[in-house]
């Protein structure tokens, strides 16, 4: 069973982290699952730090 791409979304701006497309101009290729980015991440819209994410509810 293929795991679930979720999209997070950042709990300071609202920026939504979208696996398919992942974060390239920040070191994190399409397809990069929200737990396999490095926790050195940063939101890249207002540099909250991975721990101020939660999972969008569909």
Do not use: R
Not at 41 to 51: L, R, T
């Amino acid at each position: 069973m293929a795991e679930i791409m979720e999209k997070y979304k950042c709990l300071a701006c609202g920026y939504i982290y979208d696996p398919v497309t992942g974060d390239p101009g920040n070191g994190v290729e399409p397809g990069t699952t929200f737990g396999d980015i490095p926790d050195s991440w940063v939101c890249p819209e207002c540099g909250a730090d991975k721990s101020e994410f939660e999972p969008v509810k569909d």
